[in-house]
C-alpha cells in the first residue's frame, strides 16, 4: 500500500502576524535586531537594551544581511516571516541566551537531554508556528513546538534551517490535510543538524505526517536526527529531484524511514541518498514509491547507507536499480532506547565507522569534523575516541 501525504494546508496566522510590505529600493546597512520575552513591541526600540517581544514584530523592520536575535525563553503564538536576503547577504533569525550573550543550538541542547529552559521555545497556537515567505533566509537555533499542521514551514527560496529542535506537532490527529515537523514548500531549502520527533499520532502509523518532508527540488538535508514520526522520517514527494540526503539519522518511525516519490506528472531524478543511518523503522527503510516506474529517474544514487532492523525490508528500488554499498549491520549505538532519551553517537567497532562517503558534510550534527580517525562515518555523529 502506497503511503502519500495529503494537501498542503496552512491556516490564517491570527496571533502576531505583521504584515510586510516592500520599502523603497534603498540599500540599508546590516543591522542587529533583539527580541526578549521582556521586550515591548511599543516601548522598545529593537536595540539590546530595548528589545521587542516577537520575531513576529521584529520581522517588518529586517533587511538582507541583518540578523533579529532572540533571547532564550517561551514564546506563544504563531507567526510569518515575510522579508527576503540575498545569496549573499542572508536574513538571519538566531536563537540565543537569555542575555544574548551566546548563540544556543536547541536540536543539541535536546539532544544532549539539557535544560531546554536554556532555548528559545516557541509554542505555536494557530495551524503553523512558523512560516517563512522570505527568501534567503536562516532560522537557527530554536526550540518549536505547536498543535496545527506544521511545526516550520517555508514557501520561499534557499531556506536554511539549522539547529532547530522540532517536536510534538498533531499528536492526536491523522488525515488527508497532512503535516510535518519541517515541511519545505519552497526550491532549494537547506537544513542541516535539526532535531525531529513526535510528530503525528506516534507510535500509531500515518502515511500523511512526516518528520522532515520536501515539496520541491533543490537542496540537501544534513546531519539530522529525525524519529519517533507517524509517517517518514525524511519524505520527498510532489516535485522533489536535486536533492541530497547525506548523513542523516533516521529511526524507529512509524510508516518508514526514507521515502521518496510523486503521484503528480514529475521525474522524481538526481536524488543523492548517501551516508545515512536508517534503523529500525515500521515499514521499509529507504524506498521509492509514485503511482508508476515511470516516475523515478535514472540518475538518483543510494550509497554506503547503513540500513538495517526496519520491519519491511531495507531498500526497495524501482526500474531494477541497487544501491551501493549498503551496510546491513546493526549500528552499535552508545544507548538505544528509540526515543528521546537515547543517545545515538556510535560506539567504537560499529560498522558505520568509517563506513561512509568523502561526500559527508564537513562537520557533523555536534560541529565536530569530518573526518576523523582517518574515515567519514555513517549518520548524524562523528565518531570521537572520547565518546
Known sequence: MRMISGNIAFAALAIFVVPYFESTQCAFA????????????????????????????????????????????????????????????YIVYQAESADFSAPVTCAR????????????????????????????VAIRGFDITGGGLNGMATLANATQIVGNHVHDILRNSCDSNGGSGINLDGPDAELDGNYVHDIGPYPSPCGYIHGIYFTQSGGYAYNNISFNNSGFGIQLWHFPGNIALVNNTIFANATGGIVLGTDNDFL????????????????????????????????????????????????????????????????????????????????????????????????????????????????????????
Open 268 to 387: 522524481v531524478d538526481n536524488v543523492t541518498v548517501t551516508n545515512n543511518l536508517v534503523v529500525d523503522n515500521n515499514g521499509v527503510g529507504i524506498e521509492e514509491q509514485g503511482w508508476s516506474a515511470i516516475v523515478m529517474g535514472s540518475h538518483n544514487v543510494y550509497s554506503h547507507n547503513l540500513v538495517t532492523g526496519n520491519a519491511d525490508g531495507s531498500i526497495h528500488l524501482f526500474n531494477g536499480f541497487l544501491p551501493l554499498a549498503t551496510i546491513l549491520t546493526a549500528p552499535r549505538f552508545v544507548d538505544y532506547t528509540g526515543t528521546a532519551s537515547g543517545n545515538y553517537r556510535l560506539t567504537s567497532g560499529s560498522a558505520g565507522i568509517n563506513g561512509a562517503t568523502s561526500a559527508a558534510p564537513t562537520k557533523d550534527f555536534e560541529g565536530n569534523a569530518r573526518p576523523q580517525h582517518g574515515g567519514y562515518d555513517v549518520g548524524a555523529y562523528q565518531y570521537l575516541a572520547t565518546q
Open 30 to 89: 546590516a543591522s542587529d535586531y533583539y527580541v526578549s520575552t521582556n521586550g515591548s513591541n511599543y516601548g522598545g526600540d529593537g536595540s539590546k537594551q530595548h528589545p521587542w517581544a516577537q520575531v513576529g514584530y521584529a520581522q517588518r523592520f529586517a533587511h538582507a544581511g541583518d540578523t533579529v536575535h532572540v533571547a532564550a525563553g517561551i514564546y506563544y503564538g504563531s507567526f510569518d516571516t515575510y522579508p527576503s536576503g540575498t545569496p549573499s547577504a
Open 109 to 136: 541542547v535536546a539532544a544532549d537531554h539539557g535544560d531546554l529552559s536554556t532555548c528559545v521555545r516557541l509554542i505555536g497556537t494557530t495551524d503553523v508556528t512558523w512560516v517563512n515567505s522570505g527568501d534567503y
